[in-house]
């Protein structure tokens, strides 16, 4: 859960999760735009602008987790490292 997820490596290994994300964005489409539904839910097509709102929050709060990632790997780095030898060197 530390790892940065901006790697491309990482990105697209998950298949499953792709293909909930796929399923989900199927189902979000229909039941906004499909007239059977649009009526059954007194809902209305939305504009790209309404879009924008939702697709900017995710990304955003993306974008913190990725730097809370970082902050947390950072310190853990520091935890790591070797505490410097209490012994004068001889001379």
Do not use: C
């Amino acid at each position: 859960m530390r790892e940065s997820s901006l790697r491309p490596t990482l990105l697209f290994t998950n298949r499953v999760a792709w293909l909930a994300v796929g399923v989900l964005l199927i189902l979000q489409l229909g039941f906004v735009y499909a007239p059977f539904m649009q009526l059954w839910f007194g809902s209305a097509a939305l504009e790209l602008r309404h879009w924008l709102v939702p697709l900017g929050t995710g990304f955003l709060i993306f974008l913190l987790v990725e730097a809370e990632k970082a902050i947390f790997r950072r310190f853990d780095r520091k935890a790591q490292r070797p505490a410097p030898s209490a012994e004068a060197p001889a001379t």
